[in-house]
């Protein structure tokens, strides 16, 4: 099939991108002490040389002690951090491209296996970060108030320092997934509930601050998910009422692009329709959405760090989807990760030039 569709301009709001092609946000670990590094900035500009449309950063924590598991992570607060991030813009934008850093807070988490931890507990909704494992502390309401605040300030000076957009993280079993979720919210407070709609409060009140900060005119997206590593068969939203119960309130909130995590985007997310996360989401509020999920290779992401390798896969059911109007932008990981020129391959038609991928490309920051 033509890939004509995947490079058509995209507009909207403070984002101006040359095709539809998303770079997929994918934890790198590369940031000593929370500060991105030149080899980090180096990474992400190649990546913008290599046309792809809009770089999303890997996840890049708020200003909570505990929003963090790995001292590799970047920071998307304190001076030299937001130094760090102001060279990696500043480099994307001289190769011509676009980019948002994706704001992150882990809420509870499992220890990371270097033995380092956060100088206080992890925090989450009710000290879960999945059924029966506690690791940390419940959130205050206060705790809950500065939290919001953390990620709008983060909001803030992604636009200050010159990014064209910023994503909020509400997926995959982290703090704010962690409110979603009735596995890990077990609250009888405002920010609680029976109903997964009472349950998004705090996302709710996130992206109301994140609005307030960078004004009507920047673009939001927010990233979510019905899985999380805990759970591959969870649905927050078991039904197109409940989905429309969760997504609108979001949608009226200020978020202006929905980012829909599957692990495999071709799967149907409910009976009796073949649309996927992605195109619900845009059916149900009318906003642009973002597909994702082993696009472009064979297997998934979490099974590479089993060492599981992938090869490239054909793009015809991706482009039948997207043809159709299901969605807007597509999300690619695993073959940005492995090479910065995917995108100009596949634009030329240079696909007996595309790489598989292996979990040896987790280990590295290819640039070449």
Not at 6 to 16: E, H, T
Not at 205 to 234: C, H, M, N
């Amino acid at each position: 099939m033509s890939t004509d569709s995947l490079f058509r301009p995209f507009n909207l709001k403070s984002l101006s991108i040359k095709n539809r092609i998303v770079m997929a946000p994918m934890t790198r670990s590369f940031s000593p002490d929370g500060i991105p590094t030149d080899a980090v900035a180096t990474y992400y500009q190649k990546r913008a040389e290599g046309e792809v449309g809009l770089i999303l950063s890997e996840g890049t924590v708020i200003d909570r002690v505990s929003s963090s598991n790995d001292a590799n992570i970047p920071h998307f607060y304190g001076e030299k951090s937001l130094a760090g991030w102001k060279k990696v813009i500043d480099g994307v934008h001289a190769a011509g491209g676009s980019m948002a850093p994706q704001i992150w807070h882990m809420g509870i988490m499992d220890n990371h296996a270097s033995g380092w931890v956060p100088s206080q507990p992890f925090e989450g909704p009710s000290g879960l970060n999945r059924p029966d494992f506690n690791n940390g502390n419940t959130m205050t309401e206060k705790d809950i108030e500065d939290t919001i605040i953390a990620y709008g300030k983060a909001a803030a000076d992604a636009k200050r320092l010159g990014f064209d957009s910023v994503e909020i993280h509400g997926a995959h079993g982290y703090l704010i997934d962690q409110f979603f979720w009735e596995g890990t919210n077990l609250r009888t407070d405002g920010y609680g509930g029976k109903t997964l709609a009472e349950r998004s409060r705090f996302g709710i009140e996130v992206v109301k601050e994140v609005r307030k900060q960078v004004g009507e005119d920047f673009a939001v997206i927010i990233r979510l998910s019905q899985w999380k590593p805990s759970a591959y068969t969870s649905q927050l939203a078991k039904t197109p009422q409940e989905m429309e119960a969760w997504l609108n309130p979001l949608a009226d909130a200020g978020v202006d692009i929905f980012h829909c995590s599957q692990r495999r985007f071709w799967e149907p997310e409910f009976e009796d329709s073949d649309l996927n996360f992605a195109g619900w989401a845009k059916k149900i509020t009318g906003k642009s959405t973002i597909t994702v999920g082993s696009v472009g290779l064979t297997g998934e992401f979490l099974a590479a760090f089993g060492g599981e390798s992938s090869d490239p896969s054909s793009l015809d059911e991706l482009l039948r989807r997207m043809d159709r109007g299901d969605f807007d932008l597509v999300a690619v990981g695993r073959p940005l990760l492995a090479d910065p020129s995917w995108v100009k391959k596949i634009k030329e038609g240079r696909t007996d030039e595309l790489k598989g991928f292996s979990k040896e490309a987790l280990a590295a920051l290819i640039i070449d």
